[in-house]
């Protein structure tokens, strides 16, 4: 009988698990979820605006008094003492080395078509702006006085001596093989042309963007028996300068 020891032993053990098992001591086999740091999607939105669009961030030009640009002022009529029209201004013959430019007028001809052309100093008529900032001229001058004034002869075509000849004409980068447009000059009413308007393709803007850059940075250089414009700007400095900021 000896061998049926060690069975009856385990049915023993078996039992007195069974008597210690109770409702009280039932074990509690759900997992403690694990506890994670809650995140406010308010407080981490993503910011979608990349380092390139913070980079290209540009001031505003904003024109100042006696400010304006000098499209407006060609083709306007000059108003003499008598209130009546006694020129047109045909175009802005630029200053050398910042002296103030001078107004190119058309005297006669029919719809600014003809006619003498002769120039005035800026200081012998008075620039004003109107109430949307565009330029009117008049002079203290009747018809007749406008008859002895020389007549004005171009020493030669596309000198870039006009300011007509400057808009609208592509020049070059100094430092870069790249272009930038100039669409317009800025000018105050003493004749001094302070800046040029361009627009760029060549620092990732858009083309349609008018930017000012120093008049001074605009010269003149002889390329192969013609003469060119080149701006003395890097593509870099390009990308700071201003939008012209239009009312």
Not at 112 to 118: E, I, P, Y
């Amino acid at each position: 009988m000896k061998h049926y020891i060690a069975p009856i032993g385990a049915v023993a053990a078996i039992a007195l698990l069974a008597a210690c098992s109770g409702p009280d001591s039932t074990v509690d086999t759900t997992e403690t979820p694990v506890q994670t740091e809650s995140t406010d999607m308010a407080d981490t939105t993503v910011d979608n605006t990349t380092m390139a669009e913070t980079e290209m961030a540009r001031p505003s030009y904003v024109m100042a008094a006696g400010e304006f640009e000098a499209s407006d002022l060609i083709g306007d009529d000059i108003t003499g003492a008598n209130g009546e029209k006694i020129a047109t201004v045909a175009d802005v013959l630029i200053g050398k080395d910042g002296a103030p430019s001078q107004i190119v007028f058309r005297d006669g001809g029919i719809l600014g078509v003809a006619g003498d052309l002769g120039t005035l100093p800026f200081s012998s008529v008075t620039v004003t702006l109107d109430a949307e900032g565009e330029p009117e001229v008049s002079a203290a001058l009747v018809d007749e006085s406008l008859e002895g004034v020389a007549e004005f002869e171009q020493d030669g075509m596309n000198d870039y001596s006009l300011a007509s000849e400057l808009i609208g004409t592509n020049a070059k980068l100094a430092i870069a093989d790249n272009y930038t447009r100039i669409t317009d000059l800025i000018m105050d009413s003493e004749g001094h042309v302070k800046h040029a308007v361009v627009t760029d393709g060549v620092s990732g803007v858009a083309s349609t963007e008018r930017l000012v850059i120093d008049f001074d940075a605009i010269t003149v250089v002889q390329v192969e028996d013609e003469e060119e414009l080149m701006v003395n700007k890097t593509p870099e400095q390009m990308k700071t300068a201003p939008v012209l900021h239009d009312a």
